[in-house]
């Protein structure tokens, strides 16, 4: 089956970070745009951030700029989401997936653009 796959969630407290992974399943991140992307409980899903393939670049939500941080795998096919300084409204269940559409990140970014959407991992942040 083709999708990203999300691990790396867990129970962290309010300052604390974490690492989120999100694997290529059937296809090659070289290809697309990758974003990551949240949804609390009760809230629509929301956008934090977006790897554009063509060079490597990250855009970052505002509310996660600053904290949060993109790297590589060595393998490339594997994206990490490092989340540092977290707060309780982090707590969301993560994504990850593929722009079907571009190689390069669009602003704003386009939610309905992507696919290969994962089963997500969840963070929950403790007071």
């Known amino acids: 089956e083709v999708q990203a796959v999300e691990s790396g969630g867990g129970l962290v407290q309010a300052g604390g970070s974490l690492r989120l992974s999100c694997t290529a399943s059937?296809?090659?991140?070289?290809?697309?745009?990758i974003g990551w992307f949240r949804r609390a409980s009760g809230k629509e899903r929301e956008e934090i951030s977006c790897?554009?393939?063509?060079?490597?670049?990250?855009d970052y939500a505002n509310s996660v700029k600053g904290r949060f941080t993109i790297s590589s795998g060595i393998a490339k096919n594997t994206l990490y989401l490092h989340m540092n300084s977290l707060k309780p409204e982090d707590t969301a269940v993560y994504y990850c997936?593929?722009?079907?559409?571009?190689?390069?990140?669009?602003?704003?970014?386009?939610?309905?653009?992507?696919?290969?959407w994962g089963q997500g991992t969840q963070v929950t942040v403790s007071s």
């Open positions: 790897t554009s393939a063509t060079d490597g670049s990250t």
């Open positions: 059937g296809f090659t991140f070289d290809d697309y745009a």
């Open positions: 997936a593929a722009n079907l559409m571009r190689r390069r990140c669009t602003s704003p970014i386009l939610q309905h653009e992507y696919a290969f």
